[in-house]
């Protein structure tokens, strides 16, 4: 009796210290790679502000409106600024989640003295869905592409959205920076920021 009793301890003792390794070891295994990232970023060239900043006024307003009615100022765009969750779902495959804005203003003058009467401003919201494919995961770089779809809503208007990053880059472990070269709707050229993985 007690022999059998000893070898039943010594035998829940070795598959408790079996379950204790293997919970040890997937635990560094789950630490090593991180499926969340929360991101911010910023491009210098956003689409709907930079289309409507070269758009022509062309408005006749008769001579009268021409003297006294109002002008147009310069306008100036707002960079895109965009906030992002991306959520791995296999080391190569990430849904990222992001919003942006970006915009433009201009101020307007009346009257026959030109004075400045308000400051117009022109927005965009963007929320967009982008599918990143990852063609290269290591520990401190990931190499990548994505293509989203989503929509726009440009003052006031709701406009569909699709954006490319045809390449993209982000260093770093913990904490990141990454880098993109694209186009679409949300922004040409660049766009690039940093984020915080866990």
Not at 41 to 57: C, I, K, L, Q, R
Not at 138 to 143: I, Q
């Amino acid at each position: 009796m007690k022999p059998s009793m000893t070898k039943i301890r010594k035998t829940l003792m070795t598959l408790v210290g079996l379950l204790a390794f293997c919970f040890a070891g997937h635990s560094q295994t789950g630490s090593q790679y991180k499926v969340h990232e929360i991101s911010v970023g910023v491009s210098p060239v956003p689409f709907w502000a930079s289309v409507m900043t070269d758009w022509e006024w062309n408005d006749d307003k008769g001579i009268i409106g021409n003297v006294y009615g109002e002008k147009h100022g310069k306008a100036r765009k707002v960079p895109m600024i965009s906030v992002a969750y991306n959520h791995y779902l296999k080391k190569w495959l990430s849904l990222n989640t992001r919003l942006s804005y970006s915009g433009q203003y201009s101020y307007i003058y009346s009257g026959a003295d030109s004075k400045r009467d308000r400051l117009d401003v022109s927005a965009s919201l963007t929320l967009m869905e982008m599918v990143n494919f990852t063609y290269l995961n290591k520990e401190n770089v990931r190499l990548y592409s994505s293509v989203g779809l989503g929509l726009s809503a440009y003052s006031g208007t709701l406009l569909p959205a699709i954006q490319l990053s045809y390449f993209g880059v982000s260093f770093g472990k913990k904490f990141f920076g990454f880098a993109e070269l694209g186009g679409g709707t949300e922004y040409f050229t660049v766009h690039g920021g940093l984020g915080y993985r866990f």
